[in-house]
């Protein structure tokens, strides 16, 4: 393989290395979460070492665990690059949630309608993805468009968003897209399966006869979607005029003014491509891995809460959308393997869900600490998750104005 | 067809809903004054319901369950402030983390301590002298025969505005929140004052709990909030960090609520999709029109987190 | 590479030994591996299942058969991962997937693993494979037997029922409810509010207080957050009647019947059809007739 580092893995590799660096005030928080869990989990009469290290089987242990980690990363990492772009535009896209959601119902009803119409696969899977980008991206723009113009705080709109999502999507799969198959029988809500040629290849890497990888695994053309789009997304944030505008109105909304960028219009912009991305996120879910949309019968939907998860791994990744790939990765093995726990140990989901809670606090403890350190090592200008801190004196500032 | 629709019945129960509401809605008016942001509320409100709960299963003592809630929602208030105050993390995440932490432990606990559904003698309806017997417009039975914590919710709002609007505490929660520097410069030590607010916050989240699992529902599951805590956080954007507006928002937010289960009652021919979505798009419409109406913004309410 | 080498190596080490393990586990005892969307006591669902397999533990004893359960397995893609692991392990003789939103990974999964034997629900779907058992509940039956006496019962005339989501054993449940009321009393009147979650308790409770100000003095309702429902009707003095699991220390005074799921009898057709060397292809519906569905009196 010509591997030929380019200006975009050097800066990878620059974020990566320095992390590591600094890394001890993070040990320590990882360290101090797994006491914490190793606590509790004694109090359950489970063996803390054993747990743990069921936990790292669970994630990266097999081939298997670690495709089902990256299959599990994959919706978190689209979500997590869609968040970066909102939260360096200064806006906090809570609704994650609702734009996958939409993006999957419009990207499920392009593949359903049009999957008989069009045979060639790629440009099939191509509109797909376009559609959902356009629905998702409407959806977060709305959110967008009511901050801009009409002063509705975004955290609110999209907090109450996502609940109006998954009561249309539960109206859609129980009504015009349920699958005609279960209109006599059990009624469950789904679609009918899309057509073959609309489906994610899966990934698997065969180099010659003797060596395999991830040959029977759920591991999908996803990935390399999310890592292309990561990329295209840190150029268009850090070497365009486009993601150089969104980051002033999100770094001081004021002075962005008087520069002469139109505040407004980067607001609604910086939401509909988070949106957007998020609803590649649905649709990748149903072209890749479930092959139609179904409701799971939680309050998400059918998200997993890979909405939220991705709001945590862009904010673990710095606000970066390459460094939401390690990010996201983490977190999908820290999802999975402690499944993998709860199947070992006999322990309860709960216990999981708990210790899940306390590795983010702890590990978002330490993050203070590890971006004063680089600072003073790097002497970096802008400290890479304070796009969110910025935020109120924006908000401020735009109230002001209206 | 207005007249099946409006009940008094209707109103007492959009009182009730608003409950658990205005108390979360509350603590966290407190906390992002003083420029906190606390996503954990949910958590908080999981962790005081079961220590309400198990309290009263327990004792059979309302009293100790109240004060079980509070403890708890205060010690939890306290991590929530060490974390974000003086370890200064991302609020955003940390609030997410606390929040996984609560759902789960609070499920944990409970399959370990109580195992199974039960239900608890709860606080009982309490009417009101007089009052309660009002025939005129149902005033009677909507406000004056509700349980003992739903009126404390109630008579918190105009507490919280005194506190925050008349009061040298408040005064120093505004501060701290608009401008900490120059809080800071006049002597007003700010982490102390956000330690304050947090914990309040998180005492009213305990609150807000044991106002469902000992007062509104009188049981304890798994996820008893079902997110309810976020909404509590989004009514405080809808409400601009004003006690009143807090209230408004829960009212607004509740009444849609019972409307759309009263709906389901006498026009069962309304998609029930549609009608569960009506009060959190409700609460968005509201807000477009209501945000066009007051253009003047008053500097008081912005939530402030210091960028060091 | 070396290193990479030594891993291979071991891990076809691993691979070996495991291979080793199912014709250990085939002698004696009967291994089952369960993964269900809610948690294992929530008077509902997983319960029916959950109570169902410790039934069958209890009658065959704990050295001949043994099962692991995960709960708490809403999001499908985490029960995918458990389902391939279990199928993979090979020490599982069945591997059951309770909940009828894990039938898409089934279809994919099954094929892959033809030794294995697999089982679902509610649904009635085999997907043409002959290592997958499908089951459900005719729940509509005890439905229709709990909405007649309910309409025999009511003083006011006016019956609430709480439900979820409009879907499969839930739907089957109310559908079978409002035709039992309607057969036994035409002009009773069934109001029917579903509150689009399987988990809000607090809506669903509020539900219920709305059906006895609408004049309702029998509740009914299905699914885990009925909890509060059936909380309402003790305070409120109404009468409850559940269903999937016996709710009858809960409700207490309130509680009239109960269907209650019987799991085990389709189980233990199951285990037999496996030890004689059939791994699937047949659908079961557990019904009043069969016993797999079974009416509880509760303390009223």
């Given at each position: 393989m010509n591997f030929r580092p380019s200006a975009v893995t050097l800066v990878f590799f620059k974020t990566f290395a320095n992390s590591l660096l600094n890394a001890w005030p993070l040990l320590l928080a990882i360290a101090a979460a797994a006491?914490?869990?190793s606590l509790l989990l004694l109090a359950l009469n489970a063996n803390p070492i054993q747990a743990f290290s069921s936990m790292l089987q669970g994630a990266f242990g097999t081939t298997n665990a670690t495709a089902e980690t990256l299959v599990k990363a994959i919706p978190v990492l689209f979500v997590a690059i869609g968040i970066c772009v909102a939260f360096r535009g200064g806006v906090v896209n809570i609704g994650g949630e609702g734009q996958m959601i939409a993006g999957a119902v419009a990207g499920v009803t392009a593949a359903l309608t049009l999957g008989p119409i069009i045979t060639f696969g790629p440009l099939l899977i191509a509109l797909c993805l376009v559609c959902g980008f356009l629905a998702g991206a409407l959806y977060g723009g709305l959110a967008g468009f009511l901050k801009a113009y009409f002063n509705v705080n975004e955290i609110l709109s999209t907090i109450m968003l996502n609940q109006v999502a998954v009561q249309m999507m539960n109206f859609l799969l129980n009504g015009p897209l349920l699958d005609p198959a279960e209109l006599g029988t059990n009624h469950i809500p789904k679609t009918a399966r899309i057509v073959q040629w609309a489906e994610l290849p899966r990934l698997s890497l065969s180099l010659g006869d003797n060596?395999?990888?991830f040959t029977r695994t759920r591991l999908h053309f996803g990935l390399v979607l999310g890592i292309i789009l990561a990329i295209v997304i840190y150029v268009l944030l850090w070497r365009t005029t486009i993601g150089y505008r969104?980051?002033?109105?999100?770094?001081?909304?004021?002075?962005s003014r008087y520069a002469g960028i139109n505040v407004r219009r980067q607001i609604v912009l910086a939401m509909f491509l988070a949106g957007g991305i998020a609803g590649l996120a649905g649709v990748v879910q149903v072209l890749g891995l479930q092959y139609r949309l179904q409701t799971d019968g939680s309050p998400t939907g059918f998200t997993g809460n890979a909405g939220f998860n991705g709001i945590v791994a862009a904010l673990f990744g710095g606000l970066n959308p390459l460094g939401a790939i390690p990010a996201s990765v983490v977190f999908g093995g820290l999802l999975v393997g402690a499944q993998k726990m709860q199947r070992d140990l006999g322990v309860s989901a709960a216990l999981i869900t708990a210790i899940n809670g306390l590795i983010v606090v702890f590990v978002v403890s330490s993050q203070y600490y590890i971006r004063q350190r680089a600072r003073r090592r790097l002497a970096a200008p802008t400290s890479p998750a304070a796009a969110a801190a910025e935020r109120p004196a924006a908000a401020a500032a735009l109230e002001q104005q209206a | 067809m207005i007249d099946q629709i409006l009940t008094a019945s209707v109103l007492a129960s959009a009182i009730r809903l608003a409950t658990p509401y205005i108390f979360a809605g509350l603590g966290e008016t407190f906390g992002q004054r003083s420029g906190v942001l606390n996503l954990g509320v949910d958590g908080i409100m999981l962790m005081g319901a079961f220590a309400a709960f198990y309290t009263v299963f327990t004792t059979q003592s309302l009293l100790l369950g109240v004060l079980a809630a509070l403890l708890v929602g205060l010690l939890l208030g306290l991590a929530t402030a060490f974390v974000s105050v003086t370890l200064k993390a991302e609020q955003g995440i940390s609030g997410i983390?606390?929040?996984?932490?609560?759902l789960g432990m609070s499920e944990l606990l409970y399959q370990k301590l109580i195992g199974t559904p039960k239900s608890v003698t709860g606080f009982p309806p309490l009417a009101i002298p007089g009052l309660s017997d009002i025939e005129f417009l149902g005033i009677g039975q909507i406000f004056f025969r509700h349980n003992l914590l739903v009126y404390l919710a109630f008579a918190l709002v105009p507490i919280s505005a005194f506190i925050l609007n008349r009061t040298t505490f408040g005064l120093k929660i505004r501060a701290v929140g608009q401008n900490p520097e120059a809080a800071d410069a006049m002597g007003v030590n700010v982490a102390r004052v956000r330690y304050m607010t947090v914990m309040l916050g998180g005492l009213m989240a305990g609150l807000a709990g044991a106002s469902l699992s000992i007062a509104l529902l009188n049981v304890f599951q798994q996820n008893l909030t079902s997110g309810l805590g976020f909404i509590a956080v989004a009514l405080v954007y809808f409400g601009r960090w004003r006690p009143v507006g807090v209230l408004l928002g829960a009212l607004l937010f509740s009444f849609v609520n019972?409307?759309?289960?009263?709906?389901s009652v006498i026009a069962p021919n309304i998609p029930s999709e549609f009608a569960v979505m009506a009060p959190y798009a409700i609460t968005i419409i509201a807000l477009v029109f209501a945000s066009k109406q007051t253009e003047k913004p008053t500097a008081l309410t912005k939530p402030f987190e210091r960028g060091e | 590479m070396r290193k990479n080498f030594r891993l291979i190596v071991l891990f076809v080490l691993a691979l070996a030994l495991t291979s080793l393990l199912p014709a250990q586990a085939q002698d004696a005892v009967f291994r089952v591996a369960a993964v269900a969307p809610s948690a294992t006591n929530d008077l509902a669902f997983s319960q029916s299942m959950?109570?169902?397999l410790l039934a069958i533990q209890k009658e065959m004893g704990e050295d001949q058969f043994q099962f692991v359960f995960q709960d708490g397995t809403f999001i499908v893609d985490d029960a995918a991962v458990a389902l391939r692991e279990w199928a993979s392990s090979g020490e599982y003789d069945l591997v059951i997937a309770h909940g009828s939103q894990y039938g898409a990974i089934l279809e994919e999964l099954a094929p892959e693993f033809p030794d294995v034997s697999f089982a679902w629900g509610t649904d009635q779907n085999t997907f043409g494979l002959d290592n997958v058992y499908a089951y459900t509940a005719a729940s509509n039956e005890g439905g229709f037997l709990n909405g007649a006496m309910a309409a025999l019962m009511t003083k006011t005339g006016v019956i609430g029922v709480v439900?979820?989501?409009?879907?499969?054993?839930?739907?089957?449940?109310?559908?079978?409810?409002?035709?039992?009321?309607?057969?036994?009393?035409?002009?009773?009147?069934?109001?029917?509010?579903?509150?689009?979650?399987?988990?809000?308790?607090?809506l669903a409770t509020e539900a219920?207080?709305?059906?006895?100000?609408?004049?309702?003095?029998?509740?009914?309702g299905t699914a885990q957050m009925v909890v509060g429902a059936i909380a309402v009707a003790k305070e409120e003095g109404a009468l409850w009647f559940g269903t999937q699991s016996s709710q009858a220390e809960l409700a207490a005074e309130a509680g009239v019947q109960f269907q209650v799921y019987k799991w085990e009898v389709v189980l233990r057709d199951i285990i037999a059809n496996i030890k004689a060397g059939k791994l699937g292809g047949e659908a079961y519906v557990i019904t009043l007739a069969n016993g797999g569905l079974v009416m509880e009196k509760g303390l009223r």
């Open positions: 006491a914490a869990a060596f395999e990888l969104i980051r002033a109105v999100g770094q001081n909304e004021r002075a | 983390g606390f929040y996984l932490f609560g019972a409307l759309q289960l009263q709906a | 959950y109570d169902a439900g979820p989501i409009e879907v499969g054993d839930a739907k089957l449940y109310v559908d079978g409810f409002v035709a039992g009321a309607k057969a036994a009393k035409p002009d009773v009147t069934v109001n029917v509010t579903y509150i689009q979650s399987f988990s809000d308790v607090p219920a207080k709305t059906h006895i100000a609408n004049g309702a003095d029998i509740l009914t």
